[in-house]
C-alpha cells in the first residue's frame, strides 16, 4: 500500500545546531516529492519538491532535501536553526498521474534557546 | 495576490447537523482540493475538482460532498456530522490536476459537540 512515514513525531534541537527530519515513502515509481511547514494553527506552506532532475534540491528559509532512491527517502536539512523554524513539519507525495496527495504524520520540531 | 482564502477559520456545530464551508483558490488556479487534518495528523485527501467536477476522491464517506463554481471557488459540504468529523478542514489550489505546487489555505477549524 501507498505510504509516507515520518519516523520522529517530536525533535528538539538547540539553536544554530544543524536539522535532519526523516521522510520514507512506499510507491512503486518515482512519485512527486514535498515538504510543507505548518505553524500553529496555521495552513500548511511549501518548503521545497522534487519532481526529477539533481536529487539535492534546496528551498525557501536555508532548507534542503535529498531524494534517495535507493533509500526510498526524501530527508529535510538545514545547517542552522533558527528558533523562527520551530513548528511542524510534513512529508508528501503524490504519484505521477495522481491527484491523491499523501501526507506523513508529520514531525513537530522544538528549537531550544 | 491574496493566496487561498477559506471562510469560516472556525465553526462550531451540534451532531447531526450539516456545514459548509467554502474556499477561494489563489489568483490563475483552477484546481481545488480539499484535505481533513485531525489533531496531530498529517492531512488526508478529500477529493480535487477541476472543471467543476469532482476528479478523484479519497476514503470519504458520501456524508461529505463538494462543488465548484464557474469562478473556481469551492464549498465543502458534510452532512449528519459525527464528533469524528471535528478537524481542521484545509483547502489547496493549485493551477493544473498534478498538484505540482499546491497552495494551502489556512484552513477552517470545525468542532462538532
Known amino acids: 500500500a501507498q505510504s509516507v512515514t515520518q519516523p520522529d513525531i517530536h525533535i528538539t534541537v538547540s539553536e544554530g545546531a544543524s536539522l535532519e527530519l526523516r521522510c520514507n515513502y512506499s510507491?512503486?515509481?518515482?512519485?512527486?516529492l514535498f515538504w510543507y511547514v505548518q505553524s500553529p494553527g496555521q495552513g500548511l506552506q511549501l518548503l521545497l519538491k522534487?519532481?526529477?532532475?539533481?536529487?539535492l534540491v534546496q528551498g525557501i528559509k536555508g532548507f534542503e532535501a535529498e531524494f534517495k532512491r535507493s533509500q526510498s527517502s526524501f530527508n529535510l536539512r538545514k545547517p542552522s536553526v533558527h528558533w523562527s523554524d520551530a513548528a511542524e513539519y510534513f512529508c508528501?507525495?503524490?504519484?505521477?498521474?495522481?491527484?491523491?496527495?499523501?501526507f506523513g504524520a508529520g514531525t513537530r520540531l522544538t528549537v531550544k534557546p | 495576490d491574496a493566496g487561498v482564502t477559506q471562510s469560516p477559520t472556525h465553526l462550531i456545530k451540534t451532531r447531526g447537523q450539516q456545514v459548509t464551508l467554502r474556499c477561494s483558490p489563489k489568483s490563475g488556479h483552477d484546481t481545488v482540493s480539499w484535505y481533513q487534518q485531525a489533531l496531530g495528523q498529517g492531512p488526508q485527501f478529500i477529493f480535487q475538482y477541476y472543471e467543476e467536477e469532482e476528479r478523484q476522491r479519497g476514503n470519504f464517506p458520501d456524508r461529505f460532498s463538494g462543488h465548484q463554481f464557474p469562478n473556481y471557488s469551492s464549498e465543502l459540504n458534510v452532512n449528519a456530522l459525527l464528533l469524528g468529523d471535528s478537524a481542521l478542514y484545509l483547502c489547496?489550489?493549485?493551477?493544473?490536476?498534478?498538484?505540482?505546487?499546491?497552495?494551502f489555505g489556512q484552513g477552517t477549524r470545525l468542532t462538532v459537540v
Open positions: 522534487y519532481f526529477s532532475g539533481d536529487t
Open positions: 508528501a507525495v503524490v504519484e505521477d498521474n495522481n491527484n491523491d496527495m499523501r
Open positions: 510507491y512503486g515509481a518515482t512519485p512527486y
Open positions: 489547496a489550489s493549485t493551477k493544473d490536476r498534478l498538484n505540482t505546487e499546491a497552495f
